[in-house]
Nanobody
């Protein structure tokens, strides 16, 4: 059984930075692509960033491009999302997800496993 556990969320001032982490356990060793999504109250879940199994391919939503960096740990089981120049509109519950193929994807329907999320609140 695959488990994804996010951490690193919290309260941060506008203009600040934070780093989210997501660690996968259980399931097969790989290869699998992973991604970050977010959902604000009253809004649909939206894509943030994705990374391939190798870590060589990344893709970002326009809303975070230039402010976010997704990366993958050497052991492949952990991904990170470094976000800077945070804005109030970045406030959301951030989820990581894993898909059973090596490429990344911006389509939430292509993911097989989801974490419980970590809350990010940006105060203006």
């Amino acid at each position: 059984q695959v488990q994804l556990v996010e951490s690193g969320g919290g309260l941060v001032q506008a203009g600040g930075s934070l780093r989210l982490s997501c660690t996968a356990s259980g399931g097969i060793v790989g290869p699998y692509g992973m991604g970050w999504f977010r959902q604000a109250p009253g809004k649909e879940r939206e894509f943030v960033a994705t990374i391939s199994w190798s870590g060589g391919n990344t893709y970002y939503a326009d809303s975070v491009k230039g402010r976010a960096i997704i990366s993958r740990g050497n052991a492949k089981k952990t991904i990170y999302l470094m976000m800077s120049s945070l804005k109030a509109e970045d406030t959301a519950n951030y989820y990581c997800a894993e898909k059973r193929s090596p490429s990344g994807s911006s389509d939430p329907l292509s993911y097989d496993y989801w974490g419980q999320g970590t809350q990010v609140t940006v105060s203006s």
